[in-house]
């Protein structure tokens, strides 16, 4: 498994389906953060064995995609 690390950080974690949909309700829809507007991102939450979630940064929508699949990533820490 990879594990990112950021400047003098190492405590970083992928968000939650519900952490991802905060992070663009408030943040992305309002152009903070430098957000891909056309991307999916990735969040740490499974649907399936095989499918995690995704959110839709175009619209907002959930979708689960295959876990081969290519999707953006946005790390986040906790504080």
Known sequence: ???YKG?????????SREELEL???NLAQH????FRIYDSYWSSSEY???L????DFKNGDFVY???????AIRPIRAF
């Open 48 to 50: 399936y064995p095989k």
């Open 1 to 3: 498994s990879y594990r």
């Open 31 to 34: 152009r903070i953060g430098n």
């Open 52 to 55: 995690a979630w995704t959110v």
């Open 7 to 15: 400047k003098e950080y190492n405590d970083w974690f992928m968000p």
């Open 65 to 71: 995609t295959h876990k081969g699949g290519i999707s």
């Open 23 to 25: 992070i663009y309700k």
